[in-house]
Nanobody, 122 residues
């Protein structure tokens, strides 16, 4: 069972960039499907990007070409590079994981372990 701690959020101008990190502690990190999700004020939580244990990735249409998800297995860290940020990207961003998933699913309901979130404001 992993525990997740996010960092890297902040306030940037439109067009700017941020890099979010999610450090995982616990065993079997490499066997988890990992994802980034966000929830704007008054909105439902939505999947942004996910990466499966075999490194296959999936992205929401709204972030394709702007965001990149990656893993640093040596540091048990999940990363999300956010480029060309827009005001619509303003939200609390969460890291999540699930041990059973083998594909990069985006719906939040598939994931069972969650971090506390980090705020991105554009």
């Amino acid at each position: 069972h992993v525990q997740l701690v996010e960092s890297g959020g902040g306030s940037v101008q439109a067009g700017g960039s941020l890099r979010l990190s999610c450090v995982a502690s616990g065993s079997h990190y490499g066997s988890y499907c990992m994802g980034w999700f966000r929830q704007g004020e008054g909105k439902e939580r939505e999947g942004v990007a996910a990466i499966a244990p075999n490194d296959k990735t999936a992205y929401a249409d709204s972030v394709k070409g702007r965001f990149t998800i990656s893993k640093d297995n040596a540091k048990t860290t999940l990363l999300l590079q956010l480029n060309s940020l827009k005001p619509a990207d303003t939200a609390m961003h969460y890291c999540a994981a699930d041990y059973g998933l083998q594909r990069p699913h985006l719906p939040a309901s598939w994931y069972t372990v969650w971090g506390q979130g980090t705020q991105v404001t554009v």
